[in-house]
């Protein structure tokens, strides 16, 4: 087993963490604006049931044909709205992760240039450079996979209207580890 193999396996070091974020760190006002496009977004996906309560209200018990004009007008910038601050916000996620992605090859890369001719006679070069490769692809899969599961997240913990509708249901469930062990087991 060669060296290479051996990392393979190994835990994430804070070093490699530091070196992460500080590739982010010259971002921080992407990050900024995707988090306020992401907060945004999620604001104006809980306000239009206010609107809707509002001209139901307002509108249609009272009989105010301008209250359900204004809740439509207002009702349509919102989703409007919406749709904008989720592009804004998915682009900007993206663009983010795959800036990052090309940071790490050209310092990948760069540290393969470094690297000594000794150790390229006990390494198969195509087979660094085909690793190098697959991970960053599944880096890239990982980082797109989470950005868009990151939204839909954020927006579900924001969205409380789920819960009130019965769409999301909260309840205790009896839990046993051993249970849950021995099923595995057999």
């Known amino acids: 087993m060669s060296k290479l193999d051996d990392t393979a396996s190994a835990k994430p070091q804070l070093r490699s963490l530091t070196g ?8 921080w006002p992407h990050i900024v604006l995707a988090t306020f496009a992401i907060i945004t977004l999620s604001l104006s996906n809980l306000a239009r049931p ?9 509108g249609l018990l009272n009989n105010d044909s301008g209250a359900i004009v204004e809740a439509s007008l207002i009702f349509v910038v919102l989703a409007v709205a919406a749709y904008a601050f989720q592009g804004l916000s998915t ?3 993206s663009w983010i992760g795959q800036a990052f992605i090309r940071d790490l090859r050209m310092r990948l890369f760069t540290h ?9 006679d006990k390494e198969n070069s195509g087979r660094l450079l085909s690793r190098m490769s697959a991970d960053t692809v599944a880096l890239t899969d990982m980082i797109n996979n989470s950005a868009d ?3 839909v997240i954020i927006d579900d913990l924001l969205d409380t209207s789920k819960i ?3 769409k999301v249901a909260l309840a205790a469930t009896p839990f046993d580890l051993r249970e849950v062990v021995a099923d595995a087991v057999e």
């Open 91 to 93: 682009y900007l996620v």
């Open 149 to 151: 599961t990151l939204l």
């Open 112 to 120: 393969l240039q470094r690297l000594s001719m000794s150790f390229y």
């Open 164 to 166: 009130d509708a019965g």
């Open 50 to 58: 206010l609107v809707i309560q509002r001209a139901i209200d307002s």
């Open 20 to 27: 992460a974020a500080q590739m982010m760190a010259h971002r």
